[in-house]
């Protein structure tokens, strides 16, 4: 069987002092990240998979829930450096 980290991906609109954001969480490492929200992707979802790419992480799958969205990579590493 393989592992895998799974991260939740949280869409945050905008306030009435920020911007739009994209929260990324791993509970494997008790962490999360937030993102702006950049307007060249479609959704938060294909925001946080740029990102993670961009951070070293192999994504190789995404996934729904009711309340969030997921990505999946076999990377495992803390989201902070």
Request: no cysteine.
């Amino acid at each position: 069987m393989n592992n895998y980290h799974v991260l939740r991906i949280q869409y945050n609109g905008p306030t009435n002092h920020r911007g739009s954001r994209v929260t990324i969480t791993s509970d494997r490492f008790k962490e999360r990240v937030t993102i702006p929200y950049d307007h060249r992707y479609n959704n938060a979802v294909d925001i946080a998979a740029a990102w993670l790419e961009e951070q070293g992480y192999n994504v190789i799958a995404q996934g729904e829930g009711p309340r969030w969205d997921y990505l999946i990579t076999d990377t495992f590493k803390a989201l902070k450096k």
